[in-house]
Nanobody, 122 residues
Framework: QVQLVESGGGLVQAGGSLRLSCVGS????????MGWFRQPLGKEREFVAT????????DYAGSTKGRFSISRDNAKNTVYLQMNSLKPEDTAVYYC???????????????WGQGTQVTVSS
């Protein structure tokens, strides 16, 4: 079991950048593939990016590929989401999640953080 806490959200102008962090508790963080999801107001939670347990494999949603980058540092129990060239449509609550394998669907992730708000102004 792992508890996850996100940070790094905020208000940024279109074209700007933010880096989100997600810290996991305990000594099992390295056992989980990690994902980032986001939920715009009034919409379904959607996949953003995922990374394998040791960070060798990553994958992205089409809308974020080339602009967002997921990485992890298992020594720090932390997964990151670097977001560049932000657009107003990236505005959402961003969640990190832990699961047993690289996956795009919410059901594959058992552990979730509380979320951090990202707002991109035009």
């Amino acid at each position: 079991q792992v508890q996850l806490v996100e940070s790094g959200g905020g208000l940024v102008q279109a074209g700007g950048s933010l880096r989100l962090s997600c810290v996991g508790s305990g000594d099992t963080f390295h056992m989980y593939a990690m994902g980032w999801f986001r939920q715009p107001l009034g919409k379904e939670r959607e996949f953003v990016a995922t990374i394998s347990r040791v960070g060798r494999k990553t994958d992205y949603a089409g809308s974020t590929k080339g602009r967002f980058s997921i990485s992890r540092d298992n020594a720090k129990n932390t997964v990151y989401l670097q977001m560049n060239s932000l657009k107003p449509e990236d505005t959402a609550v961003y969640y990190c999640a832990g699961g047993t394998s690289l996956a795009f669907d919410r059901a594959s992730y058992s552990y979730w953080g509380q979320g951090t708000q990202v707002t991109v102004s035009s």
